[in-house]
């Protein structure tokens, strides 16, 4: 039994003293001289042989780590308080670093295109190669469809205070805003869009609808910032796509993903194939909430006052126990997450919305965000970010380029981890009711990760098409929005979110073009191997962990045909996949007739 848990992470080993830690500022001056010096004479470096390209490769993937290390800290200062101006501007000088990470890696990639592709396959094939053969041929792909060395280098250099400024500007006019919540019969309070949405599971419907209102007058009030920011982000990235001579916007996705257009498709038509079920259990969850509609608030609505409330402690010990059952490394790495502060946890304003695990690749640890208010959510949540430490963790003495798996395999192991514990918890469950809360808060997040992510897919790609012709006002851009709500929900909802293109973070995030299909792609993958772990028993955690290794370094469509043996291509995995999400639907409408 875990007890006596901090809430509030411990930053210190990491870089002492914060946003005004001195070694901190020393590693950023240190690792900004070092791209300065490499930038000066890697245009005259000729490798020869494979010793040579090892040694330039090594300087590389060297400096990626350190960048990873510190873009890892500045996450955790920014999103521990949104209001450290410091912390801020330490994210704005890391930027022009980045930048120049980025223009040494276009640099080689100049290097690897000069080199005929006979001799290139023959380099590939030394020892010393070998173990990165597939990163750098893919990178040496790419380059072949990228502008020339020296535009791409210019396109980076402005993207700094250019496409990367307007996220920033997101990020000050959402990490500012504070919302004035007066529930009739509650004290008011101003909390920041993190404690709104948790108080959007509030037991009482009057204080949801509440809530929602208040919420979409705050983002309403943002919007015109918020709709100027991520007009001039998809301009960007249009102007970029058409220089390069890519008309179709997802080119980028499906490449930086490793995967084919028709596992997107085939995933898609899976989900919409059961979108009945899921508008089943949403009907019956409005009829137990006794409610004449079930509005956008009332979807994570607690279906009755007897939801329990875990301490920290409890949450930790639980997880602990039923991660042990499949692996004794998982829950060694949790006890240590938990023992040595890597979870912030914290329930208090000025904390970012949201939760995320960051990894520190020079320390071989993660740092974990949540904001944990005791609900069976945030054990799930926990158990999420959990899995994305051990992921980590797998990795950590792999190479540097070998680490950087696609976002579509990012979330394999954190759902993997919170099936464990979703399981473990419907399994102790002592009565009939408290199975029932257990398997609607299941299928909440499954409803959550099928169809709200995909009305953002649908968002996203239809203002896209419209951003080509010109800028997309604010109505127009609400109009899309709760379109695509209406036809991912099945028309289930009566009162939909039009401002949640504003409030969703991920439509800003620069560095990875539409952030939303990967949460659907990796729920389903996951389920498909949680299934395999339960068939196979405790023996699949070394095949397990197999698999995680092998996400940085390979497509996805070989991944789950040489662990796992499908066809990513076809319908078969992904309808089984939304089955097995959906296995406790028949169950639960059983038992709330």
């Known amino acids: 039994m875990l007890k006596d848990l901090k809430l509030t992470w411990d930053l210190e080993p990491l870089f002492a003293g914060g946003?005004?830690?001195?070694?901190?500022?020393?590693?950023?001056?240190?690792?900004?001289?070092?791209?300065?010096?490499?930038?000066k004479t890697l245009p005259a470096t000729k490798p020869q042989t494979a010793a040579d390209w090892r040694t330039l490769v090594d300087g590389l993937q060297g400096l990626v780590k350190r960048a990873r290390h510190a873009s890892a800290f500045i996450s955790c200062l920014t999103a521990q308080n949104v209001n450290d101006r410091?912390?801020?501007?330490?994210?704005?000088?890391?930027?022009?670093?980045?930048?120049?990470?980025?223009?040494?890696?276009?640099?080689?990639?100049?290097?690897?295109?000069?080199?005929?592709?006979?001799?290139?396959?023959?380099?590939?094939?030394?020892?010393?190669?070998?173990?990165?053969?597939y990163v750098l041929d893919e990178r040496r792909r790419r380059g072949k469809e990228m502008l020339p060395s020296e535009q791409e280098v210019l396109v980076n250099d402005l993207s700094v205070d250019g496409y990367h400024g307007w996220s920033d500007l997101y990020d000050l006019a959402s990490g500012s805003l504070q919302i004035t919540l007066e529930p009739k019969g509650r004290a008011p309070e101003k909390v920041s869009p993190g404690q709104a949405a948790n108080r959007m599971s509030d037991a009482d419907p009057e204080v949801r609808a509440h809530i929602m209102e208040r919420w979409e007058e705050a983002w309403q009030g943002q919007a015109d910032y918020c709709a100027l920011a991520l007009n001039h982000l998809a301009g960007f990235r249009l102007n970029l796509y058409r220089r390069r001579g890519w008309d179709e916007v997802l080119h980028e996705p499906f490449d930086i993903n490793r995967m084919q257009p028709g596992t997107l498709d085939a995933?898609?038509?899976?989900?919409?194939?059961?979108?009945?079920?899921?508008?089943?259990?949403?009907?019956?969850?409005?009829?137990?909430?006794?409610?004449?509609?079930?509005?956008?608030?009332?979807?994570?609505?607690?279906?009755?006052?007897?939801?329990?409330?875990?301490?920290?402690?409890?949450?930790?010990?639980?997880?602990?126990e039923h991660f042990e059952r499949f692996s004794p490394t998982l829950a060694k790495l949790a006890v240590r997450a938990f023992e040595e502060r890597w979870i912030e946890a914290e329930d208090r304003p000025g904390k970012r919305a949201g939760g995320f695990c960051t990894s520190f690749p020079e320390k071989q640890q993660s740092r974990i965000f949540v904001t944990f208010s005791g609900t069976a959510g945030?054990?799930?949540?926990?158990?999420?970010?959990?899995?994305?430490?051990?992921?980590?963790?797998?990795?950590?003495?792999?190479?540097?380029?070998?680490?950087?798996?696609?976002?579509?395999?990012?979330?394999?192991?954190?759902?993997?981890?919170?099936?464990?514990?979703?399981?473990?918890?419907?399994?102790?469950?002592?009565?009939?009711?408290?199975?029932?809360?257990l398997i609607e808060d299941k299928l909440r997040r499954t409803v959550a990760v099928l169809l709200n992510i995909q009305c953002r897919f649908l968002f996203e790609t239809r203002f896209y098409e419209e951003r080509r012709r010109g800028m997309v006002s604010v109505q127009r851009l609400n109009e899309l929005m709760a379109e695509a709500q209406k036809e991912a929900f099945g028309g289930a909802l009566s009162l939909y979110h039009p401002t949640f293109w504003a409030s969703k973070l991920h439509f800003y995030i620069t560095r990875v073009p539409f952030y939303n299909f990967p949460y659907t792609f990796g729920a389903l993958f996951s389920a498909g191997v949680y299934a395999k772990a339960l068939e196979v028993g405790p023996s699949f955690e070394h095949d397990y962990a197999a698999l995680l290794r092998d996400t940085g370094r390979m497509q996805v469509e070989d991944l789950a045909r040489q662990h796992l043996g499908v066809d990513l291509t076809g319908p078969a995995f992904w309808l089984q996949a939304v089955d097995n999400m959906l296995a406790d639907l028949d169950e639960f409408m059983r038992l709330t007739e």
């Not at 100049?110 to 023959?122: H, K, Q, T």
């Not at 009907?283 to 920290?312: N, Y």
């Not at 949540?381 to 540097?400: I, N, Q, R, S």
């Open 19 to 39: 946003s005004e830690s001195p070694a901190f500022a020393a590693y950023l001056a240190d690792l900004t001289r070092d791209i300065e010096a490499t930038a």
């Open 378 to 437: 945030n054990l799930a949540t926990l158990a999420h970010e959990l899995g994305h430490a051990y992921h980590g963790f797998v990795m950590k003495d792999m190479e540097p380029f070998n680490q950087q798996y696609a976002m579509i395999v990012a979330e394999t192991a954190s759902t993997f981890a919170e099936n464990i514990v979703a399981d473990a918890a419907m399994r102790n469950a002592t009565t009939e009711q408290e199975r029932v809360v």
């Open 267 to 320: 995933m898609w038509a899976a989900v919409n194939a059961r979108r009945d079920r899921m508008v089943e259990f949403l009907a019956r969850k409005q009829k137990m909430l006794a409610l004449p509609g079930l509005g956008w608030q009332d979807v994570d609505a607690p279906i009755g006052t007897s939801e329990s409330k875990l301490t920290f402690d409890q949450a930790a010990s639980f997880i602990v």
């Open 86 to 133: 410091r912390a801020r501007a330490l994210a704005g000088d890391l930027r022009p670093i980045q930048a120049g990470l980025m223009s040494l890696l276009t640099g080689l990639d100049s290097i690897m295109l000069a080199v005929p592709d006979d001799e290139w396959s023959r380099l590939l094939a030394a020892e010393e190669l070998a173990p990165l053969a």
